[in-house]
């Protein structure tokens, strides 16, 4: 019996294959249906969304994780490839959980279905050094953002972070929660959380290194402000996503 190639690759399982993309360092990869819903994300993809499973972003869209004037130009891309077009190397801003924006290289192709019909995208994009974009896109609130981004571990209050700003206590309160859908403290803290995520499965730090690093006074604060936000403990985490005893 002659030997089929196009059927031997069938009869594989492709979720083992996708997952060697979760060993991608510092590359987002991700796969689309035709509706622009995510199906399938790796861990670089998730860690940069700070979210808890990669199966929680299944079925959100890139207005669920991207503020509108990215999202919307994703989505414009998205459509492309849905015509049969591959976009391949685009120079384009990329958004992170803690509001900054970097550029990345992004290329994306289409999917076809069994049938042999385009059904969805995929895409991968990798951020390129030394390249400096307008990092956070609210003028009013960019000296908080910043003085938050670059020193998280610090003590920081809202009188303070709103003198950094030039506005009133009330005022810097009112326009953060308006434009970030939270409250100051509670963005630091998923901003401490979140770097913390990231740090257990690329470093070999020990556990209680990394909670002081990021601003939590003890690893008992710090591992039971992480399970309430991930669902697990750090070590279980770290484990989880790295494979580290």
């Known amino acids: ?33 035709g509706q622009g819903r995510y199906l ?5 993809f998730h ?5 808890a499973d990669p199966a929680d972003v299944v079925g959100l869209t890139d207005f669920d994780l991207s503020p509108p004037y990215l999202a919307r130009q994703f989505q414009e891309d998205d459509t492309r490839v849905l015509l049969g077009r591959r976009i391949i190397g685009r120079i384009e801003m990329v958004g992170r ?3 900054v924006t970097r550029w990345f290289r992004t290329t994306k192709i289409p999917v076809h279905n069994r049938e042999g019909h385009i059904a969805g995208t995929a895409g991968v994009t ?38 950094l700003s030039g506005l009133s206590v009330s005022a810097f309160e009112r326009k953060f929660r308006r434009h970030l859908q939270t409250s100051p403290m509670q963005f630091l803290k998923q901003l401490r ?7 257990l499965v690329q470093s070999n730090r020990l556990v209680s ?11 008992a604060h710090f591992t039971r402000e992480f399970k309430r936000a991930f669902g697990a403990t ?12």
């Open 1 to 33: 019996m002659k030997w089929d190639p196009v059927a031997s690759l069938a009869n594989l399982r492709h979720e083992e294959i996708a997952s060697l993309f979760d060993f991608l360092e510092n590359t987002q990869f991700w796969i689309k249906d």
């Open 40 to 44: 399938r994300v790796n861990r670089a």
């Open 47 to 51: 860690l940069n969304y700070s979210i």
């Open 97 to 99: 959980f803690d509001q």
């Open 126 to 163: 990798r951020e390129l050094p030394g390249l400096r974009a307008p990092e956070f896109p609210l003028p009013e609130l960019a000296p908080a953002l910043a003085a938050l981004q670059h020193n998280s571990s610090a003590s920081w209050s809202n009188t303070t972070l709103a003198q």
């Open 193 to 199: 959380l979140s770097r913390a995520a990231a740090a």
């Open 209 to 219: 290194q990394i909670a002081l690093a990021e601003g939590f006074c003890d690893q």
């Open 234 to 245: 750090p070590r279980i985490w770290r484990e989880r996503y790295f494979g580290m005893e």
